[in-house]
């Protein structure tokens, strides 16, 4: 697939795919051994195109940094955002060692003492009641459905177009990205509403003289529904096209307990001080019926992600909603409360904010240098940059957005594109001022270099 303009966008709204031109020169000047390992590994992996054929194949990784197995290291700003507390971080090994060596597996029916920490740990830390555990943050969102569903005893939901919840048949109904949605049976019941992106706004409005009209789609498409709807589900911040404005979310819960509906929120990818807070929705002062919470939470190593709920919303003990075989896995356990104190203890939260912060103020002067960058926005260490073509039309600078990629690959720097367009952000918490300075300049410089092939 070649670009197509704006039509081709639709199908990169969650990362950069495999099937471009672009991919296609990175790999033509790949070492050789590389190029060998990677034609094995797409003739055995059935392919898709977030993923097979793939971009590299790595060797090591450890704090902010992955190394492909020709010896060249990048700072890892997308690392799935797993990488919270840095690759192959020892406290967390620690954990699983020692966790394996006493009760490496928890049999169906029974419990353990690390299981229960980890339950009452994040029930502390989210303000929510109880929980379950799942392998993946797919899995995870399927049980949130389930409750909700069977706490309202309706089976509609609301949710953003270009949202990402799960790549499975439940998480890609709700979600709102062609690339997951095509081709395939989805749910029915699943309404969708635009999102509240300020900077490309579906209403024509101007924050903050817009009355919150993505809000208020959402009350409206309720109450069209006659009652059926049982949950709004959505990411705090989309990662990044789109940070709420602060009452936007106070408008979504508003709207929510007036009709009697669950509100869902997804913070797999953000939670655990991503944002500079412990999870993103208390930017907004808010509390969610249901959060979902995952990957950042197996330490980047082992997958492990939760549903956790308000007490009053536990209900389904007549069903199981969540019978997964690795339910209360207890070196998942161990693996998770290892990132959270960790994440405690060396105050990663903090350190989010402070990076972030700086991080932002830097992108703002960058924005105000290049005739390519649209836009900067976000909170923490959760960063996007919006390359366009035209300030006035915004049109998406999609190929060049790709080139600044793969140029900034050559300098020892990977990031994932969002919307095709965005530059999305996302390193490690543990990420000094140095390190950041450092990706900061190699984005500059690679922005720079193709405004001049550009022009």
């Not at 965005?422 to 690679?446: V, Y």
Request: aromatic content about 8%; overall charge negative.
């Amino acid at each position: 697939m070649e670009h197509e303009g704006e039509s081709y966008y639709k199908f990169l709204s969650e990362g950069d795919v495999s099937i471009s031109r672009r991919r296609k020169e990175w790999w033509s000047k790949l070492p050789e051994e590389t190029k060998k390992l990677l034609e094995e590994d797409a003739k055995y992996f059935l392919h898709q195109a977030l993923s097979t054929p793939c971009l590299d194949v790595l060797a090591e990784c450890e704090g902010i940094y992955i190394t492909n197995i020709a010896g060249k290291k990048y700072m890892d700003f997308h690392g799935n955002n797993v990488h919270h507390v840095g690759f192959r971080n020892s406290k967390v090994i620690q954990a699983i060692k020692e966790q394996m060596e006493k009760l490496p597996f928890c049999t169906r029916r029974y419990t353990n003492v690390v299981a229960i920490r980890l339950a009452k740990k994040l029930a502390e830390i989210t303000g929510l009641g109880k929980c379950l555990f799942a392998p993946s943050g797919n899995d995870a969102m399927e049980i949130a459905l389930k409750l909700a569903m069977g706490y309202t005893k309706r089976f509609k939901t609301v949710s953003w177009w270009d949202s990402f919840h799960g790549a499975g048949f439940g998480p890609a109904s709700i979600g709102g990205e062609a690339i997951f949605r095509g081709e395939i049976s989805l749910l029915p019941g699943t309404n969708h509403v635009p999102p509240p992106d300020c900077y490309r706004c579906v209403y024509g409005h101007s924050y903050p003289d817009c009355n919150l009209e993505c809000a208020q789609m959402i009350r409206y498409v309720i109450e069209k529904e006659g009652g059926d709807v049982a949950a709004v589900i959505s990411e705090t911040i989309r990662s990044t096209p789109y940070v709420p404005p602060y009452e936007y979310w106070k408008e979504v819960r508003k709207i929510c307990d007036e009709n009697n509906v669950v509100l869902i929120i997804d913070e797999i990818p953000h939670c655990l001080g991503r944002t500079g807070k412990m999870f993103t929705f208390q930017h907004y002062d808010i509390l969610p019926d249901i959060l979902v919470i995952g990957k950042s939470l197996g330490g980047g190593i082992v997958p492990i992600a939760a549903t956790v709920a308000k007490r009053e919303m536990d209900v389904m003990g007549h069903r199981a909603i969540g019978h997964y075989t690795h339910e209360k896995n207890p070196v998942l356990c161990a693996a998770a409360l290892a990132t959270i104190q960790y994440i405690e203890e060396n105050k990663l939260v903090e350190n989010a904010a402070i990076q972030g912060e700086y991080a932002l103020k830097r992108l703002n002067e960058m924005k105000d240098e290049h005739k390519l960058i649209g836009d900067v926005r976000g909170k923490g260490l959760l960063l996007g940059i919006e390359l366009v073509k035209d300030h006035k039309k915004k049109t998406r600078a999609i190929d060049e957005a790709e080139a600044v990629m793969y140029r900034c690959l050559e300098k020892g720097l990977s990031f994932k594109l969002t919307m095709g367009n965005i530059l999305t952000l996302t390193p490690p918490l543990t990420i000094t001022r140095e390190e950041m300075d450092k990706a900061l300049d190699i984005i500059d410089e690679s922005i720079h270099e193709i405004e001049q092939q550009t022009t």
